[in-house]
């Protein structure tokens, strides 16, 4: 199959497609519909953004992920891969994998609805016999909501929830290497979902659809209160002008039962505070411990702006922020702390000049020359190995510990 010109999509083809991948064109489902493909499948990806199904039809990723534009330009080359804005392609698929997980809105409230309703909205395209597989995070009970679902509807669908595990940006080593949670009602669509999934995994682990939905949860609240309690320390030692970064390494040095204490850094990105306001609701808002986190974690802006205040006259003075992304090697500012950081400081200090050498979706970013040049102060927003070298001349509040310069602020 010939690639598409920049711009246009792969005009849709008929034949069916081993696996479709609904919401393909994103973060979750483009590395996995081409690992899919890689493995030697025939995969179909549908997803209502033209813009990213063309560039993914030219063979060019819509964002960064480490070495997976040489596999996507050769499976599109190698006709095991095709993009479309037609959702008419989920109809010849044997497999559905849906990536459409539960929002959170303004209120920090889940809408168990979304990916019911999405769903329903595409019931035409749906058949008798297919496997639909839900792979991004969803409120516990979505996947019975679904089920329920296509039983309204007279289709005899197997409905399996199998969350994604990946780290964003190592997709294409993850994929192949973690374990895989597969789920379903009965052991069939069980061993449908292993069978799937084993293309690109040798570990398959089995669970009820609650408890595959409560251990994806559970997975990304560990990691987000892991991080509060690095950022809560952190603030101890630094509001002691003590090194937490020194102390951390010290106790962890040949003593294994330390050695997964993370470093102090923003708790960032579309699924940690997301997950655990989701997990709040289940509990009836109960979930001490997953607020306690959120409070560190989002509150760590506010802190460092508040010791700039301490430090400085902030309001007479230039603050750069490096790096917007929401971590580094990456170029991914959904739920970035950068941002809210920047809203912070746009209050209370002069002007804030803000640069990423990887975001292109944002028109004020400035080079990174003219914000070393014209701040007053700099802060690392986002720890990405370009700024490791730097030798600034003014101030750093670095809360990475990038620069190894101990204390932030």
């Known amino acids: ?64 992920e480490k070495d997976a534009e040489p596999v996507l330009r050769r499976v599109l080359a190698e006709g095991r891969l095709r993009a479309t804005t037609d959702p008419t392609i989920i109809s010849n698929a044997d497999a559905v994998v849906v990536v459409i997980g539960t929002p959170v809105n303004e209120h920090l409230n889940p809408d168990p609805h979304a990916v019911s309703r999405s769903l329903e909205a595409a019931r035409e395209h749906f058949r008798d016999g297919q496997l639909l ?12 909501r679904v089920e329920r679902l296509f039983r309204d509807l007279g289709l005899a669908v197997d409905v399996s929830f199998c969350p994604e595990r990946i780290a964003e940006g190592r997709a294409m080593e993850e994929l192949f290497t973690l374990p895989q949670i597969v789920s379903g009602r009965t052991q069939a669509t069980r061993d449908r979902a292993a069978k799937l999934f084993g293309h690109l995994t040798e570990t398959i682990v089995e669970l009820e659809p609650e408890e595959a939905e409560l251990a994806k949860l559970f997975t990304n609240n560990w990691r987000y209160i892991k991080f509060a309690a690095a950022n809560q320390f952190y603030v101890m030692a630094n509001d002691h002008g003590l090194d937490y970064d020194k102390i951390r390494l010290a106790l962890a040095h040949d003593y294994p039962r330390a050695a997964d204490m993370p470093g102090a850094g923003f708790a960032a990105g579309p699924c940690l505070f997301k997950d655990t306001m989701q997990l709040a609701a289940f509990t009836d808002n ?46 991914d500012i959904r739920s970035s702390l950068s941002y809210k950081l920047k809203r912070i400081l746009e209050f209370r200090s002069r002007e804030v000049l803000c640069t990423d050498p990887y975001v292109s ?6 080079p990174l020359e003219d914000v070393l040049e ?20 003014q101030p750093v509040v670095d809360v990475w510990n990038l620069l190894g310069n101990g204390t932030s602020v």
């Open 286 to 331: 109960s979930y001490v411990l997953g607020h306690s986190a959120m409070l560190v974690n989002e509150g760590l802006p506010l802190y460092l702006v508040t010791r700039m205040e301490k430090a400085h006259d902030l309001a007479d003075l230039r603050v750069g922020i490096l790096g917007m992304a929401f971590k580094g090697e990456s170029d």
């Open 1 to 64: 199959m010939a690639q598409a010109q920049a711009g246009h999509e792969l005009p849709y083809d008929a034949t069916g497609c081993d696996v479709v991948v609904v919401g393909g064109g994103g973060h979750v489902g483009l590395p996995l519909a081409i690992a899919f493909a890689d493995r030697g499948l025939t995969v179909g990806i549908y997803d209502i953004n033209p813009a990213a199904v063309a560039k993914i039809s030219a063979g060019e990723l819509p964002f960064m």
């Open 361 to 366: 979706v944002d028109d004020a970013l400035l």
């Open 374 to 393: 014209r701040a007053d102060v700099l802060v690392i927003g986002a720890p990405h190995r370009a700024y490791a070298d730097l030798a600034p001349t």
């Open 133 to 144: 597989v839900l792979r991004s995070t969803v409120y516990p009970g979505v996947t019975k």
